[in-house]
């Protein structure tokens, strides 16, 4: 509707003023120009901006709908079969697949553009690589949101629909079953997107958004679903019947545990001391995820294969998170024992490690006028990220237990957060797969490591699996 904005052109072209005295009765013609998706089906007015679910007298939406299934039940359907066929041949990278013995399919599903919503696809394939988040939802039974004459019978959403009848959990859930099915078409995430507009009105409207921030409240709405069910059916009891995930788990974030605290969650304990007096101040904050800076020394530095100065490392920008910091003037400290603010020191520690680390590099500062972007590439490990120095209690920790391999990674391509493009990389059954909406295609180790992360999700090491180091 919006990426090509073809159907857009004719809709424009179609609001020209007529001049002459039947201006009225042809404008009345004119007033609203429709365009349909030839995958779903579903109708469009520009002028509503909204999709149509109404048709005509005649039956004319209906009409072209099945003259478009006919299409696909006949030679149509086979041309694209064969386009398709030639397109896989081209895109398989067959010194990847060597060593399998055998060449394999390309069983990756990728995730149609809506309209600026790479953001969404990229943080989608992602969480869809994390194996034990995705396994869980995938095995949720399906909520029956329609009955009556609308069951069975596809919905054609539009934004002026109740909110009663909506379960993010459960389009969720269809999103994450749809991929990795091996299905060549791209898989397009309308529905997903609908229930993401009704819930979150921070990302209505087809602009860019950043995919951390959408990450963040695609998370935490999940979680406060889970908590209450849906239609009086409480998915929290699934995971307490699930024992590895909610055994020894006490980091909960706005009440109960979910599958999200279980596998995201981690516990920081906040220490804050008064230079004055010396009181130090004690506070265990529960996280999701760590927003790391990228330390000022390396703002500068553009590119990899830049000599000047050593490279920028994910362990400096955690070093640099977990330093012992003294705050500035206007973050003075209440100290309980002077009774006023005072000058303090701030340093983290990680009390508990959840099961996925997910880290966040702020690449986009605000100055006085614009947001800009550090585009410095951070070197981070693809297997062995150790995480016990940063610790509060190291010594607690078995061996093997504070090492992460990292399962996905997102990319923001462009120079501002309001433009550019997301992609993601993530690992599958010791592949790795390029996700750039959707076109998804193989690629190597080289290709991943050289990427300028934006957020990458690292996944504990089972004890029982090799003995890589740093």
């Given at each position: 509707?919006?990426v090509?904005?073809?159907?857009?052109k004719?809709?424009?072209?179609a609001?020209i003023?007529?001049?002459n005295?039947?201006k009225?009765?042809k404008?009345?013609?004119v007033?609203?120009?429709?365009?349909?998706?030839?995958?779903?089906?579903?109708?469009?007015c520009?002028r509503?901006?909204?999709?149509?679910?109404?048709?005509t007298?005649?039956?004319?939406?209906?009409?072209?709908?099945e003259?478009?299934?006919?299409?696909?039940?006949s030679?149509?359907?086979?041309?694209r079969?064969?386009?398709?066929?030639?397109?896989?041949n081209?895109?398989?990278n067959?010194?990847?697949?060597?060593?399998?013995?055998s060449?394999?399919?390309?069983?990756?599903?990728?995730?149609?553009?809506l309209g600026?919503?790479?953001?969404?696809?990229?943080?989608?394939q992602?969480?869809?690589n994390?194996?034990?988040?995705?396994?869980?939802?995938?095995?949720?039974?399906?909520?029956?949101?329609?009955?009556g004459?609308?069951?069975?019978r596809?919905t054609?959403?539009t934004?002026?629909q109740g909110d009663?009848?909506?379960?993010l959990?459960?389009e969720?859930?269809?999103?994450?079953?749809?991929?990795?099915q091996?299905s060549?078409?791209a898989?397009?995430?309308e529905?997903?997107?609908?229930?993401v507009?009704?819930?979150m009105p921070?990302?209505r409207?087809?602009?860019?958004?950043d995919?951390?921030?959408f990450m963040?409240?695609?998370?935490?709405?999940?979680?406060?679903?889970?908590?209450?069910?849906f239609?009086g059916?409480?998915?929290?009891?699934?995971?307490?019947?699930?024992?590895?995930?909610?055994a020894?788990n006490?980091?909960c974030?706005?009440?109960a545990?979910?599958?999200v605290t279980?596998?995201?969650?981690g516990?920081l304990?906040?220490?804050v001391n008064c230079?004055?007096?010396?009181?130090?101040?004690?506070?265990?904050?529960?996280?999701?995820?760590?927003s790391?800076?990228i330390?000022?020394?390396f703002?500068?530095?553009?590119?990899k294969?830049?000599?000047s100065?050593p490279?920028?490392?994910?362990?400096?920008c955690?070093?640099s998170?977990?330093?012992?910091?003294?705050?500035?003037?206007?973050?003075?400290?209440?100290c309980?024992k002077c009774?006023?603010?005072?000058k303090?020191?701030?340093?983290?520690?990680?009390?508990?490690l959840?099961?996925?680390l997910?880290?966040?590099?702020?690449?986009?500062h605000?100055?006085?006028?614009?947001?800009n972007k550090?585009?410095?590439?951070?070197e981070f490990?693809?297997?062995?990220?150790d995480m016990?120095?940063?610790?509060?209690e190291?010594?607690n920790?078995?061996p093997e237990s504070c090492?992460?391999?990292?399962?996905?990674?997102v990319v923001?391509?462009?120079?501002?957060?309001g433009s550019?493009h997301y992609?993601?990389?993530?690992a599958?059954?010791?592949?790795?797969?390029?996700f750039?909406?959707?076109?998804v295609?193989?690629?190597?180790?080289?290709?991943?490591?050289?990427?300028?992360?934006?957020?990458?999700?690292y996944?504990?090491?089972?004890?029982?699996?090799?003995?890589?180091?740093?």
């Amino acid at each position: 509707r919006y990426v090509n904005g073809h159907a857009k052109k004719h809709y424009e072209d179609a609001q020209i003023p007529i001049t002459n005295h039947k201006k009225t009765e042809k404008q009345e013609k004119v007033q609203h120009t429709v365009c349909m998706d030839c995958s779903s089906y579903s109708t469009y007015c520009y002028r509503c901006d909204d999709f149509v679910v109404n048709d005509t007298k005649l039956g004319l939406v209906q009409k072209v709908r099945e003259h478009l299934q006919n299409l696909e039940n006949s030679a149509f359907r086979s041309d694209r079969h064969r386009k398709r066929k030639l397109l896989e041949n081209s895109s398989l990278n067959s010194k990847l697949l060597k060593v399998n013995g055998s060449t394999t399919a390309l069983c990756a599903t990728g995730l149609r553009n809506l309209g600026n919503t790479c953001f969404m696809n990229a943080i989608l394939q992602s969480l869809s690589n994390i194996q034990q988040f995705c396994c869980y939802f995938k095995e949720l039974p399906a909520v029956e949101l329609r009955n009556g004459k609308t069951a069975g019978r596809r919905t054609y959403h539009t934004r002026s629909q109740g909110d009663n009848n909506v379960s993010l959990v459960e389009e969720f859930r269809k999103t994450l079953c749809a991929l990795w099915q091996g299905s060549q078409t791209a898989f397009s995430p309308e529905s997903l997107f609908y229930v993401v507009w009704k819930i979150m009105p921070n990302f209505r409207g087809y602009q860019q958004q950043d995919a951390h921030e959408f990450m963040r409240y695609l998370l935490d709405h999940l979680h406060l679903e889970l908590q209450g069910g849906f239609n009086g059916v409480s998915r929290s009891v699934i995971l307490q019947e699930n024992s590895s995930l909610s055994a020894s788990n006490k980091c909960c974030i706005n009440g109960a545990s979910t599958v999200v605290t279980a596998i995201f969650g981690g516990i920081l304990q906040n220490e804050v001391n008064c230079l004055i007096c010396g009181t130090e101040s004690r506070k265990f904050d529960p996280f999701l995820d760590l927003s790391l800076d990228i330390p000022s020394q390396f703002r500068n530095k553009r590119t990899k294969n830049q000599e000047s100065g050593p490279m920028c490392t994910l362990r400096d920008c955690l070093r640099s998170f977990t330093d012992l910091e003294e705050l500035d003037e206007t973050e003075l400290y209440m100290c309980h024992k002077c009774k006023k603010k005072q000058k303090s020191t701030k340093k983290f520690w990680i009390q508990k490690l959840p099961k996925v680390l997910c880290l966040h590099l702020k690449r986009f500062h605000w100055t006085a006028y614009l947001r800009n972007k550090v585009d410095t590439y951070v070197e981070f490990p693809l297997r062995g990220l150790d995480m016990k120095c940063y610790l509060l209690e190291p010594e607690n920790s078995g061996p093997e237990s504070c090492l992460y391999d990292l399962a996905a990674v997102v990319v923001h391509h462009g120079s501002g957060v309001g433009s550019g493009h997301y992609t993601a990389y993530a690992a599958h059954e010791g592949r790795w797969f390029h996700f750039n909406d959707s076109t998804v295609t193989l690629t190597d180790e080289e290709t991943v490591v050289k990427a300028k992360a934006y957020i990458l999700f690292y996944v504990e090491r089972q004890a029982k699996s090799g003995s890589d180091k740093l």
